[in-house]
T-cell receptor, first 113, second 113 residues
Framework: KQEVTQIPAALSVPEGENLVLNCSFT??????LQWFRQDPGKGLTSLLL?????REQTSGRLNASLDKSSGRSTLYIAASQPGDSATYLC????????????FGTGTRLTIIP | GAVVSQHPSRVICKSGTSVKIECRSL??????MFWYRQFPKQSLMLMAT?????????EQGVEKDKFLINHASLTLSTLTVTSAHPEDSSFYIC?????????FGPGTRLTVT
């Protein structure tokens, strides 16, 4: 059974700093890995999707990497802003594509102005 | 981009009543939809996989007679919480399977009094 863990559970950093969120998974036979953002009481916003054959994806100030063999992914946020404050979830897709996602425990990020 | 809607966004019901939540893919057809549940300060947990024209597949520990899922068309799946109890109060999120990834709805906040 796939298990996804995110460390740390909560993180507070001053505005402007670069930061890294970590995600680890136990079964390396994944189809893809996705990072989401969730604001309090809201649904999910997809940030980056990495296919199993890819090593990283970038969008603006965000960069996600994937090391499938070691079961790890990182989300790098550059020049953090107060608007980045949210909970960040990673999720791994099963081997056959478009199958169920297993979500991580989440990291609650607070950017201090 | 692919849009998924949910209705209602919030619902309050009395204990013992049933509540129906709709999940629609607005601009694409989805043969598979997923239903997730999220308790406060926790991550998303998959409840069931809904396939158009066939019975839903429920995750271990999810009562299929309590959480009725109907996927009658390629753009609509419904989740009915029958005989709701306060412990069913949660945030319910659906997703629809696209070509390469899942697209998530905005969620429904259910409160059972």
């Amino acid at each position: 059974k796939q298990e996804v863990t995110q460390i740390p559970a909560a993180l507070s950093v001053p505005e402007g700093e670069n930061l890294v969120l970590n995600c680890s998974f136990t079964d390396s036979a994944i189809y893809n890995l996705q990072w989401f953002r969730q604001d309090p009481g809201k649904g999910l916003t997809s940030l980056l999707l990495i296919q199993s054959s890819q090593r990283e994806q970038t969008s603006g100030r965000l960069n996600a990497s994937l090391d499938k063999s070691s079961g790890r992914s990182t989300l790098y946020i550059a020049a953090s802003q107060p608007g980045d404050s949210a909970t960040y979830l990673c999720a791994v897709g099963a081997n056959f594509g478009n199958e169920k996602l297993t979500f991580g425990t989440g990291t609650r990020l607070t950017i201090i102005p | 981009g692919a849009v998924v809607s949910q209705h209602p966004s919030r619902v309050i019901c009395k204990s013992g009543t049933s509540v129906k939540i709709e999940c629609r893919s607005l601009d694409f057809q989805a043969t598979t939809m997923f239903w997730y549940r999220q308790f406060p300060k926790q991550s998303l947990m998959l409840m069931a996989t809904s396939n158009e024209g066939s019975k839903a597949t429920y995750e271990q520990g999810v009562e299929k007679d309590k959480f009725l899922i109907n996927h009658a068309s390629l753009t609509l799946s419904t989740l009915t919480v029958t005989s709701a109890h306060p412990e069913d109060s949660s945030f319910y999120i659906c997703s629809a399977s696209g070509l390469y990834e899942q697209y998530f709805g905005p969620g429904t906040r259910l409160t059972v009094t």
